[in-house]
Nanobody, 123 residues
Framework: VQLQASGGGLVQAGRSLRLSCVAS????????VGWFRQAPGEEREFVTA????????YYGDSMKGRVTISRDGADSTVYLQMDNLKPEDAAVYYC?????????????????WGRGTLVTVSS
């Protein structure tokens, strides 16, 4: 499963950005999908994840209250809506997927990853 994240860019602090994640040649049906981010010199950090059938959502602490994850009805795209962005949110954002994810915040639990999309936040 090849994933592609998009929607990153340069945004002013306080503004919003929506990232998208698609799977090449298939849908996300049957897969849980997570978003992570990684700033230079930092470890990959869990942002949020959504399960498949129940659409249960999990949030990491770093952006809780400022992000929303969603899946479209066709399960073709997973979105990450980010609001009130801060300069410290600047990072490469990755989407990841797997069928069974015992621990959503652990990046090692995901088998499939996209290349990431860069988010830069100016103050």
């Amino acid at each position: 499963v090849q994933l592609q994240a998009s929607g990153g860019g340069l945004v002013q602090a306080g503004r919003s950005l929506r990232l998208s994640c698609v799977a090449s040649g298939r849908t996300f049906a049957g897969y849980a999908v997570g978003w992570f981010r990684q700033a230079p010199g930092e470890e990959r950090e869990f942002v949020t994840a959504i399960t498949w059938k129940s659409r249960t959502i999990y949030y990491g602490d770093s952006m809780k209250g400022r992000v929303t994850i969603s899946r479209d009805g066709a399960d073709s795209t997973v979105y990450l809506q980010m609001d009130n962005l801060k300069p410290e949110d600047a990072a490469v954002y990755y989407c990841a997927a797997d069928i069974i994810v015992p621990a959503f915040s652990d990046p090692s639990q995901y088998s499939y990853w996209g290349r990431g999309t860069l988010v830069t936040v100016s103050s």
